[in-house]
């Protein structure tokens, strides 16, 4: 069965950076994009950017350009999503989420989701 | 960017009750909806793409339906495991974004 585990919960000071990981297993890795959507208490769901695990192409929400970076290791079938320059309204709850069906172009909505990841920023 | 309106924000039901959540979009979609469950505690969990049809899985008594601006998520007979948070989804082709919905929160009377 399909499967995304994520890392474990952060804790970083205002201004450093942040990598979670998602680790997938159940089906073939590069046959789907993955995408990183976070929750928070103000701004609910937020998509923010997806992975062409084959190619290893991205794109982002122009709100989190220039400071979230998406990559990912085929050989072991994990995907990173690192986060720069964080301020306290970066804390929130980040998953990691597969298209429901493969193909060349992303899928409109997230068929599978891994189990979310806290990341907390605080001085 | 296309804006996802739910209402009622939060509604309480008794149990065997028919449910109807409601998601505007700010323009049409066309039939590029989808709906989503998120429990305490977990993952969004997906019910109903494509405006209407069932995610694997998913019991007969969710349904969907609606297209362009108007969409609606039934619950035919709640149940006590119903209990949740719902939210509506789209994507948008340019730019390419997915936006949410921000939640209808679902509680048993």
């Not at chain 1, 159940?26 to 190619?55: C, D, K």
């Not at chain 2, 323009?27 to 590029?32: A, E, F, I, L």
Request: with cysteine.
């Amino acid at each position: 069965q399909v499967q995304l585990v994520q890392s474990g919960g952060e804790v970083k000071k205002p201004g450093a950076s942040v990598k979670v990981s998602c680790k997938a297993s159940g089906y073939s890795f590069i046959g789907y994009y993955l995408h990183w959507v976070r929750q928070t208490p103000g701004q609910g769901l937020e998509w923010m950017a997806w992975i062409n695990s084959n190619s290893g192409a991205t794109n982002s929400a122009q709100k989190f350009r220039g400071r979230v970076t998406v990559t990912r290791d085929t050989s072991i079938s994990t995907v990173y999503m690192e986060l720069a320059d964080l301020t306290s309204d970066d804390t929130a709850v980040y998953f990691c989420a597969r298209d429901l069906d493969g193909g060349i172009l992303p899928d409109y909505h997230f068929g599978y989701w891994g189990q979310g990841t806290l990341i907390t920023v605080s001085s | 960017e296309i804006v996802l309106t739910q209402s009622p924000a939060s509604l309480s039901v008794s149990p065997g009750e028919r449910v109807t959540l409601s998601c505007r979009a700010s323009q049409s979609v066309g039939s590029n909806l989808a709906w989503y469950q998120q429990k305490p505690g977990q993952a969004p969990r997906l019910l109903i793409y494509a405006a209407s049809t069932r995610a694997t899985g998913i019991p007969a008594r969710f349904s969907g339906s609606g297209s362009g601006t108007e969409f609606t998520l039934t619950i035919s007979s709640l149940q006590s495991e119903d209990v949740a948070v719902y939210y509506c989804q789209q994507y948008n082709n340019w730019p390419p974004m997915y936006t949410f919905g921000q939640g209808t929160k679902l509680e048993i009377k």
